[in-house]
């Protein structure tokens, strides 16, 4: 899967729960990154960094994923989760010449994060609330 | 010179012809790869597994609580072999399986059982699982 496949994921939900239940659930499904990942957080929007690398302060911020939280119908709250922003990687042979797919740099940090955003969610409102994943648009 | 003009000729069939076709080579081989890397993915996400302190009784009890909040759904669990499966109606059935650590912690695997299950009914049951889970330990995280 590409890039620009990866990018389009992301989590669109609709659970009845207070707002401060669904930004600690996106806290939470930040934390199962451990070191991985810094949360920024308020009451309409939640920003997860991931940090791939081995060390927080030299780590790269990649991707960074952008979750907004707004009013939905009967008292639930809107969820939208996905990418705002990233960067890429790409193998090279003689140090110039592109020799290998472009990579999100981040990648399993963040599918395991949807994964988790997925589950704590869903958790929330297991029967009345809709947890669904975006996937990307086949061409 | 011959040499040199191997690796030109080499070169220029790596970068331009590619090009001219309309295609980078990281596109041709992120193409090969591609296949392998969506069905790695799909099969980490659909084998979800959690992390608690709870015995393998109460984990089962927590299955029978998880499918108790869906109408018409059937939990059956084996405490011999420590699993459960759950029948969700037409949605399909879920199969929860619970292997012990060395650390005294259980790990429980939510994912489809053989005859498979709705994703949407996957994500829900596997959140209301983590919800029972931690309703008995709320120290249960991802694992």
Known sequence: MGVKQDVQHGVTADVRADRDSVVGACQRAAETLGKHARVQANAARVTVQILPGMSQTFSSVSPVVGISLSPGRDGHVHLEAGVESHRTVQSTVFGFIPAGPKRLVGRQYFFRFLNALEAELAALDPVSGSVQRRQPQSV | ?143
């Open chain 2, 1 to 143: 010179m011959k040499a040199t003009l191997v690796i030109l000729l080499l070169l220029a069939a790596v970068i331009i012809i590619p090009r001219l076709a309309g295609a980078s080579v990281g596109s041709l081989v992120e193409f090969l790869f591609d296949k392998g890397r969506a069905e790695s993915a799909q099969r980490r996400r659909i084998n979800a597994s959690y992390m608690t302190a709870l015995p393998l009784p109460e984990v089962l009890a927590a299955a029978s609580d998880a499918a108790g909040r869906f109408p018409g759904a059937q939990a059956v669990t084996d405490g011999n072999a420590g699993t459960a499966t759950v029948f969700l109606g037409q949605a399909g059935t879920v199969a929860i399986d619970v292997s012990s650590r060395q650390d005294g912690r259980n790990r429980v695997r939510v994912g489809p059982a053989a005859t498979g299950v709705e994703e949407e009914m996957l994500t829900r049951f596997r959140g209301s699982m983590l919800a029972a889970l931690r309703a008995r330990d709320p120290g249960t995280r991802h694992g």
